[in-house]
């Protein structure tokens, strides 16, 4: 059995729109439920989200018979869970508040076995079909998404440096930290904050680098996804779901206050 390509990363490389959706849910279930609706990529998010490995585990399982692929964001910037990750099958990674190279170098390394990084080797993994997949070790590497989160103005001054750390196949803008970073908490869609991030993000394309953001306005999700972003979330599963149930109760209160 050969290692088959990673359909995200081959997507960004070629500058094809990706679009996203955000799973914090920790539940294969709930993942499951948003699976099959057709969404290029689904980040799985560790870090503001009550998920273990042994969750994600349930969620990727649940993901991969639907054709949508599976980017996990780790809680940090760690290689033994980069590792951990990486062995239960997780495609691609996100890596949140990288602040520099060398922090950019570090994630890029936790990804890649060596001589090349400093991952660690195991046998008969899920990634590698529990050792089917003969040429596994050979193609790890290549077909590992690395996409980098800066979060921070001093990380945004940095993002083409960062984007172009070898191994780095895009930069991802968190604006709800940049916004916060800005002293401007809670406004994350606010005039300066996009200004920052739009003008950080062209100079990323000139460059080559592939850029992603998530934003829960599916117009202006469309926008930048026009405008030369990558890959965009649009929304996340339990933003859906609050929304979802506040609609239907908003919807039965009215019509049981129209027949009374």
Same mark, same amino acid.
């Given at each position: 059995?050969?290692?088959?390509?990673?359909?995200?990363?081959?997507?960004?490389?070629?500058?094809?729109?990706?679009?996203?959706?955000?799973?914090?849910?920790?539940?294969?279930?709930?993942?499951?439920?948003?699976?099959?609706?057709?969404?290029?990529?689904?980040?799985?998010?560790?870090?503001?989200?009550?998920?273990?490995?042994? %969750?994600?585990?349930?969620?990727?399982?649940?993901?991969?018979?639907?054709?949508?692929?599976?980017?996990?964001?780790?809680?940090?910037?760690?290689?033994?869970?980069?590792?951990?990750?990486?062995?239960?099958?997780?495609?691609?990674?996100?890596?949140?508040?990288?602040?520099?190279?060398?922090?950019?170098?570090?994630?890029?390394?936790? %990804?890649?076995?060596?001589?090349?990084?400093?991952?660690?080797?195991?046998?008969?993994?899920?990634?590698?079909?529990?050792?089917?997949?003969?040429?596994?070790?050979?193609?790890?590497?290549?077909?590992?998404?690395?996409?980098?989160?800066?979060?921070?103005?001093?990380?945004?001054?940095?993002?083409?440096?960062?984007?172009?750390?070898?191994?780095?196949?895009?930069?991802?803008?968190?604006?709800?930290?940049?916004?916060?970073?800005?002293?401007?908490?809670?406004?994350?869609?606010?005039?300066?904050?996009?200004?920052?991030?739009?003008?950080?993000?062209?100079?990323?394309?000139?460059?080559?680098?592939?850029?992603?953001?998530?934003?829960?306005?599916?117009?202006?999700?469309?926008?930048?996804?026009?405008?030369?972003?990558?890959?965009?979330?649009?929304? %996340?599963?339990?933003?859906?779901?609050?929304?979802?149930?506040?609609?239907?109760?908003?919807?039965?209160?009215?019509?049981?206050?129209?027949?009374?």
């Amino acid at each position: 059995m050969k290692m088959r390509a990673n359909p995200f990363l081959a997507a960004i490389r070629a500058g094809q729109p990706q679009i996203g959706l955000w799973i914090s849910l920790a539940n294969n279930y709930a993942a499951e439920v948003v699976a099959s609706a057709g969404f290029d990529w689904l980040l799985v998010d560790m870090e503001h989200a009550p998920a273990e490995v042994a %969750t994600v585990l349930g969620q990727l399982q649940a993901i991969a018979p639907h054709g949508s692929t599976a980017i996990v964001r780790p809680p940090w910037n760690d290689p033994v869970m980069v590792k951990r990750l990486l062995d239960i099958g997780a495609p691609g990674l996100l890596f949140p508040m990288v602040q520099s190279v060398a922090e950019a170098q570090a994630a890029v390394a936790a %990804t890649r076995y060596p001589p090349q990084g400093v991952r660690g080797v195991a046998g008969s993994i899920r990634a590698n079909q529990f050792g089917r997949i003969t040429d596994y070790y050979a193609k790890a590497n290549d077909e590992t998404a690395v996409i980098l989160q800066v979060e921070t103005r001093h990380a945004v001054a940095q993002a083409v440096e960062i984007g172009q750390v070898a191994g780095v196949d895009g930069i991802f803008f968190g604006p709800a930290d940049i916004a916060a970073d800005m002293g401007l908490l809670g406004q994350h869609m606010s005039e300066p904050v996009w200004d920052l991030i739009l003008t950080a993000a062209g100079k990323l394309m000139a460059a080559g680098i592939p850029v992603g953001t998530l934003v829960t306005d599916p117009a202006f999700a469309a926008r930048l996804l026009r405008e030369g972003f990558t890959f965009v979330a649009c929304g %996340t599963d339990t933003n859906l779901l609050a929304k979802g149930a506040d609609a239907l109760r908003a919807q039965m209160r009215d019509a049981t206050r129209k027949e009374n």
